[in-house]
């Protein structure tokens, strides 16, 4: 599942893009490069927010959740291990260090670790009155 990342723009507007992830220790972890615009958003303004949800399977209703919390980046420079341990839950064990190894060799990554505040779940397979208005 991939999920979307949502930051801040200088201007104010929102810039949301898909982004894999991985849970630990009650936090998420986002890898980016140093000079992507997500790290200079997180940079300036430390509020974001995560959709992490199962909408890429074609006619069910999503069920997910809304992570709305607080962003920091983790220096040093994100290093081979963990970078692997992140594509590990995208690519089977050998291609993910390999993958890995590809954008370490494009760019310097960083982390972003995502502190929730508040998490707001929704499933709209339980929700009765939509199942009625849309025939499911």
Do not use: Q
Not at 16 to 43: D, H
Not at 67 to 87: H, I, M, S
């Amino acid at each position: 599942i991939v999920a979307r990342f949502c930051s801040l723009n200088a201007d104010g507007t929102i810039h949301a893009v898909p982004v894999w992830y991985s849970y630990l220790e009650g936090k998420f972890l986002v890898a980016t490069p140093v000079a992507s615009r997500k790290a200079r958003n997180v940079r300036r303004n430390e509020n974001v927010t995560l959709l992490i949800d199962d909408s890429e399977t074609r006619g069910v209703w999503p069920k997910g959740i809304v992570v709305y919390g607080n962003a920091k980046l983790d220096t040093p420079d994100l290093e081979l291990g963990e970078f692997t341990r992140l594509c590990e839950k995208y690519f089977p064990g050998d291609r993910a260090e390999s993958y890995a190894r590809g954008l370490l060799s494009l760019t310097r990554w960083v982390k972003i670790i995502v502190t929730p505040k508040h998490m707001a779940s929704f499933d709209y397979r339980k929700d009765e009155a939509y199942k009625t208005a849309t025939g499911e």
